[in-house]
C-alpha cells in the first residue's frame, strides 16, 4: 500500500486541461468526454460512465493499446444508483456502471486531492489490504484509514505512478501493473503490481494486494539463498509437526501413559540447550533497523547522507563497483608492482579503498569463530558468510539472529572430549579442527594472518598511498569527514565494523573465556591476535 499510495501526487488541472493524473490515468474533463462521445456514440452510448483514460505519451504505446482494449472487452458489471451534480444545488440520479478498475480508479482519484474520507467511500468495511512491504496486512476500514493518511503525508506532488497494463477479471477484479514516473522519468527501481477485487454486494473494495519491485537485484544469488534456507524452513516444519504430534498423543493418552511422555518429554529436553528466542528477536529488529536505516530510507532521512539502494546513483554504483574490484589491494599491488595482465585497477580514493578493505578484512576473519560450535556447524555458515562478505551486517545480523535462536544438543562437549586434539579413527575429527572440534587450527592461522595483513596494508593505504590523490594526512582527515557525511556506502562500512567489534567480544567470550580482554575488546587487532595464537 505504501509503493501503492505514496507517489499519489496531487496535481492542480488547469482550464481546460487534461484532468487529475492518479497512477499514471487521466480523468478526462467534461470538454474531453463531450468530445469522445461526438467521436465514438457507440461506445457512449453502451455506458453513461466513461473509464478514465491514460496519460497519452510519446515514449510509449501502453497506453492506447490499453484503451484500444478498455473499448473492446465485454465486462460484467452491476448499477447502482449515484448523485451527480448538475448546476448550484440541482442534482440528478443517474445510474453509473461499477466495476473494479472504476472504484480504483475513483479511489486514487479521492487520494489525488489528498481527500481520504472520499478514497474511504469506495472502500469496504471488511478489506482486507495486502501491501508486502508490511509483514502483516490491513483489515477493516480503520486500518487502512491509517495507512491512506499516512501515506498521503509529505508525498512529492511530482511523484506520479503510470499503469503500464490493465486486465479485467470480469468488472469484479482488476489487475495492474505500473512503474514510478518522477520529473517525467521513471523512478528507479519502482515497478509493481497489484491485484483489486470489489465486493459484488456493496460495490466497494473488499480486497487488495501490491507486489512491489525488490530494490536489490541478487541475481543468481538469490536461487543460492533459496537453496540454503530452504532446508532450515523443511527441518522447522518438521520439527514442529513432531511436536504437534507428540502434543496429541500425550493428550489423548491416560494418565500414566501421560506421565510417561512427559517424562520422555524432559528427558529429551535435557539433551539440548534450547535458543534464546527473546536474543534472536532483538537481533531480528536490529537487522531491520539496520536495513530500513542504512539501505531503504529515503534521501535526506534523518540527515542521513547518499541515496538508498533502491534510488542509488549511477555514480554511486560505480564506486561500489570499483572498490570491489580492488578487493583486498590484489590489482593496485599488482599495477604497482608492474603488473598489468589483469588490467588495470580502478580509479578509487585511497581513504575509501582503505575504510572498503579493513571492513572486508574484519567480516573475513570472523568465519573461523563462526564455525567453531556447534550451532555454526549446524547452520550453513560458510555460505552465508560467502554472501556476507559483500552484504555485511545485511546479511550477518538475521544469521546471528537465527543461530542465537538455533538450540545446541548438550552432547556437543561430549563430543569434542571423545573426539579429542588429535582427531578419531572413524573421520569425523578428521577435517577442519574449527568445524570437526569447535578449537582452532590452521584455517583460524591462516585467517588471522591474512587479515591482520590485509588491515595493515588498509591503514597504509589510507595514510599514505596515492599522495597525488590523498594528500597530506590532514587532507585525508578532512576527506574522511566529508565521506562519512556525503557517502552513504562508506558510512554503512564504518557501522559495520562497529558491528564486527561486537560479534568479536561476543564470539570469543562464548568460545575462549580465558581469552584476555584485549583480544576480546580490541577491535580487529584483538580479533586477528586470538587467531594467530
Not at 165 to 188: A, H, K, L, R
Not at 231 to 251: H, R, T
Request: with cysteine.
Amino acid at each position: 500500500m505504501t509503493s501503492s499510495l505514496i507517489a499519489a501526487p496531487r496535481v492542480t488541472t488547469p482550464a481546460g486541461g487534461r484532468g487529475t493524473i492518479h497512477r499514471g490515468a487521466v480523468v478526462p474533463s467534461a470538454q474531453q468526454n463531450q468530445q469522445k462521445q461526438q467521436r465514438r456514440p457507440a461506445a457512449a452510448a453502451a455506458s453513461s460512465v466513461i473509464a478514465p483514460s491514460l496519460p497519452r505519451r510519446s515514449h510509449s504505446h501502453h497506453s492506447a493499446r490499453l484503451l484500444l482494449a478498455l473499448t473492446r472487452t465485454k465486462t460484467t458489471t452491476f448499477t447502482t444508483t449515484t448523485r451527480a451534480a448538475v448546476s448550484g444545488d440541482a442534482t440528478t440520479a443517474a445510474v453509473t456502471a461499477v466495476t473494479a478498475e472504476s472504484v480504483v480508479r475513483g479511489m486514487y482519484d479521492a487520494i489525488n486531492r489528498r481527500d481520504v474520507a472520499g478514497a474511504l467511500k469506495f472502500v469496504d468495511d471488511d478489506i482486507l489490504y495486502e501491501d508486502f512491504n508490511f509483514p502483516t496486512p490491513f483489515k477493516g476500514i480503520d486500518m487502512v484509514k491509517k495507512l491512506f493518511e499516512e501515506s498521503c503525508d509529505g508525498i512529492p506532488d511530482d511523484l506520479l505512478f503510470i499503469i503500464d497494463e490493465c486486465t479485467d477479471g470480469g468488472g469484479m477484479s482488476v489487475g495492474m501493473t505500473w512503474y514510478v514516473e518522477i520529473e517525467g522519468q521513471p523512478f528507479p527501481n519502482a515497478r509493481g503490481a497489484s491485484l483489486y477485487r470489489i465486493n459484488p454486494a456493496s460495490g466497494k473494495l473488499v480486497y487488495a494486494r501490491d507486489v512491489v519491485e525488490s530494490p536489490l537485484k541478487l541475481g543468481d544469488v538469490s536461487f543460492s539463498i533459496i537453496r540454503l534456507v530452504a532446508p532450515l524452513v523443511k527441518k522447522q516444519l518438521q520439527e514442529q509437526k513432531k511436536k504437534n504430534a507428540a502434543a496429541g498423543e500425550i493428550s489423548g493418552s491416560s494418565s500414566s501413559s501421560s506421565s510417561a511422555a512427559v517424562g520422555g518429554a524432559a528427558a529429551a529436553a535435557g539433551e539440548s540447550t534450547g535458543g534464546n528466542n527473546a536474543a534472536a528477536a532483538t537481533l531480528y529488529a536490529l537487522g531491520a533497523a539496520y536495513w530500513f536505516v542504512l539501505l531503504l530510507s529515503p534521501p535526506g532521512w534523518q540527515g542521513l547522507p547518499g541515496e538508498p539502494a533502491w534510488a542509488v546513483a549511477p555514480e554511486t554504483l560505480k564506486g561500489v563497483i570499483d572498490q570491489s574490484t580492488d578487493f583486498f589491494f590484489v590489482l593496485p599491488l599488482l599495477n604497482k608492482a608492474g603488473i598489468d595482465l589483469l588490467g588495470p585497477a580502478p580509479a578509487v580514493h585511497p581513504v575509501t579503498l582503505g575504510v572498503f578493505n579493513f571492513a572486508e578484512a574484519f567480516v573475513f576473519m570472523l568465519l573461523p569463530p563462526l564455525l567453531m560450535d556447534r550451532k555454526g556447524r549446524d547452520l550453513p555458515t560458510v555460505k552465508l558468510w560467502s554472501v556476507a562478505m559483500f552484504l555485511t551486517n545485511a546479511l550477518l545480523l538475521p544469521y546471528m539472529a537465527l543461530r542465537t535462536a538455533t538450540p545446541v544438543p548438550a552432547t556437543w562437549e561430549a563430543e569434542k572430549k571423545a573426539l579429542g586434539s588429535g582427531g578419531s579413527e572413524g573421520g569425523e575429527g578428521q577435517g577442519l579442527a574449527e568445524v570437526a572440534r569447535g578449537e582452532k587450527g590452521l584455517l583460524s592461522k591462516a585467517f588471522g594472518f591474512s587479515g591482520l595483513a590485509v588491515g595493515l596494508v588498509s591503514v597504509a593505504w589510507a595514510l599514505a598511498a596515492d599522495p597525488e590523490v590523498g594528500g597530506d594526512m590532514a587532507q585525508r582527515g578532512v576527506f574522511l569527514g566529508e565521506l562519512l557525511k556525503s557517502d552513504r556506502v562508506s558510512l554503512a562500512f564504518v557501522v559495520d565494523i562497529a558491528v564486527f567489534s561486537a560479534w568479536q567480544a561476543y564470539l570469543i567470550g562464548q568460545l575462549d573465556p580465558k581469552a584476555p580482554a584485549a583480544c576480546k575488546y580490541v577491535p580487529f587487532w584483538g580479533l586477528a591476535a586470538w587467531l594467530m595464537l
